[in-house]
Every structure is written in C-alpha cells, then in structure tokens.
C-alpha cells in the first residue's frame, strides 16, 4: 500500500503528545473587553450636599443631659439612702418635745421616696447607723421616763416602731437594751403589748383575739429600809392561764427591775426541750432567770397567789354527826398560795459552764412547791372566773437567809 506524504506525517506523530501552539491558540476564545472603570472624583457640588447633610442632621439631633441635671431629675438609690439616714439621725437627735406632725411628716415622707426608689424603710431603719445603734434605742433613750403620752400619730417612738416592722432579733435586743438602761419598766410594757416588737406565738394568736386585753404586770420598787435595799414587788394577771399552758406548754412574763430584766414563767416539762430541766414529760414548772445585759445579782423571792374574791371563801362543810356536838361549820378564808423562790448561787444573764442562770421549782403537788401543783387542775379555785391566774413576786436582791421575811 502507497501513501501519500501527508498521510505519512499524520501517522508518525505519537498519540500522547501535546497539541501544537498554533492549534490550541487557534481554539481559545478571543478575550473578554473589562468592564472595570476608575472612580470618578466627587463634584464640589456633591460634597458641599454631604456637608450641609452632616451639618443638618447635627443640629436636629436631642441635646444630651447633663450629669447634673440626671442627677437632680432622679436621684440614685444611694443618694435617696443617704439622706434618709441623715434625715433621721437629726430627728433622734430632737428633744422629745420638739417631736411634732412636722417630724412625723418627715419621716412617713421618707417612707415613701424609699418605696419610690426600691428601697426598703424598715431595713434602713434598723441599721445601726447612729452611733453604733438604731434610731429606735436612741428615741427610747432620749424619752424621760415620765413622758407623758402623746395624741395618735404623733409619737415620734410609734411612727419609728410602725416603719421598721417588722423587726429583726438584733433591732429587738437593741430596743429591750434602751429601756433596761433607761429601767423604763412602763415603756417596756407599752412595748411588750404591740404586735410589731412582741408578736403573739401562732398558738397564742389562735387563743386571744383583739377583745382580750395582754398580760398585765405592774413593778413597784420597795424598801428603804434596813435589809430591804433592792427590794421589788410584781403584780402580775395572765388571761386564760390553764389553756395556754395546755396548748402553748409555756407562757412567760418579761419585766424590768432594778436595773435587770426578768423572765418569770411557767411551763410543761416535754422531751423537746433537752436544755430544760431534768424532770419528767408534762411535770409543770416555775422558772425565774435573768435576761440578756443584766448584771448577775443574788436574790430571795417568793410566789404568792391569793384566791379570786368569788371563791376567797372556803364553803363551811356538810352538817353531820359533829355538827351536834361542835355546832355548824363557818366559812373560812382561804388560804394563800406561797412558794420560796431562792438563789442557790448568784444569777447570770448567760450561761456560762457551772453557773446557773435561772431558779427551777416543780409544780407536781409536793409539799415543796406551796400548792402552786393545784394551779394544772380543772376547776382550780385560785383561777379566776374569767380563765384569768392573778399573783405577785415579792423578792430582793439579797443573799437567802435561813428565816427571811421577804418585803
């Protein structure tokens, strides 16, 4: 077979080899005209029209406030704090008789920037901010004990009282301090009677109600005479007595005397009470100790409780045999209850190890508790008609003695 010469050179070339320059230039596309075009400058009409935009939207803009006047329009939470405090530090610092409807006004004023501010009045209230206490131990302080009592609503100690309720156990100790300092006895008791510094125990709330007056207690310092100096005398009434120890287990009496403060009670021995004394569950109990911040002192006293006039009279007994010989029997007094209530040691405000801080007597019907042991049962003559146990601590700030006639 003959070939031609062209057929010839299409055989001898390789069949892996590159195609030729001229063919593969041949096949590309002719390249693209670029669209990219520079950035024309801005026109000085175009940038004086961004400038008076700038300047426009500059003078439409709000003024900013200035920290002082924010200041002013909406005082910051501790701004409203401060001068709360400083407000009722100067009114403490008041005369009792300068405390007027001004000052009152002040202070329910104060209240209400506090409630507007988030704040709380009643914390505020019971900081220790004057001289290491709070506003209320400064007002009772600085009151004479014979402070005659002020119209509704303008007493400076109340308004304080009502504000900072309720309170806390520090603002309480703090209270009770002032009137032991002051030996304010009566204030104590005003005190002792309202809700926001002495509320009822929940079992105590459900037994009275607003119709039944508080425990009544009444001190009366005695003596001036030889071996009667420290001497005191308590008159105290507790309403519905037997029910409340039955229900409440304990009911106590807090009073000042002497420059101490007291806690006379009664209570039923239960298992809960493991600090208590070592007698048997439901055994009733008399205690007489001291409170916090009172000097330790020794002391002899005596619990005396009388019969209700309406059974202060034993009925004469049944007629019988003896009647005959002896004649009819005739009503006869009846007796006093009377219990010895004496320090072993001196008393102490707090417990220290080997020392005891208050004077324990059962009331189980032995011969040593008086007949007090009869108070537990129904129909006790020496409860009143009203539920009502009325009775009275004589005692002095002596060493017992072997015979001691107590006031």
Known sequence: MILDSQEKEVLEVPLDAPPSYEA???????????????????????????????????????????PSWFSFASPTTRQVRGTVLGLVRDLVKLQPSDHSVVAISILKSCAEACASNG???????????????????????????????????????????????????????????ACLLTSDQALFQRLRS??????????????????IPPDDITVENVGGEAGQEGAFVVEFSVVRFQKRMLVSKSVVLDFIARGRMWRLGFHISTQEHRRGPPLPPGTWYASLMLLEN????????????????????????????????????KARPRPTLSVRLKATEQLRSSGRPGHRNRIILALDGSESDGGLGGLQYAGCPYIGSDETLRARLEARLARPEADCVIC
């Open 294 to 329: 009172s000097p330790p002192t020794w002391i002899d006293s005596r619990l005396l409780v009388p019969a209700p006039p309406e059974t202060a009279t034993v009925p004469p007994s049944d007629p019988g045999f003896a009647s005959g010989l002896f004649g009819t029997g």
């Open 119 to 177: 704040l709380s009045i009643a914390d505020i209230l019971q900081e220790k901010s004057v001289e290491g206490h709070t506003p209320l131990y400064w007002a009772i302080v600085k009151r004479p004990p014979e402070s005659p009592e002020e119209p509704e609503g303008t007493d400076l100690l109340t308004t304080l009282l009502s504000l900072s309720s309720p309170l806390t156990p520090a603002t309480t100790s703090d209270v009770r301090l």
């Open 24 to 66: 593969s230039s041949s096949s590309l596309p002719p390249p693209a005209p670029s669209d990219t075009k520079r950035p024309l400058p801005l026109s000085t009409s175009a940038a004086a029209s961004g400038s008076s935009l700038a300047s426009s939207s500059v003078l439409k803009s709000p003024p900013v406030a200035s």
């Open 194 to 211: 309202s809700p926001e510094f002495a509320p009822l125990s929940a079992t105590d709330e459900m037994l009275l109600d607003a119709t």
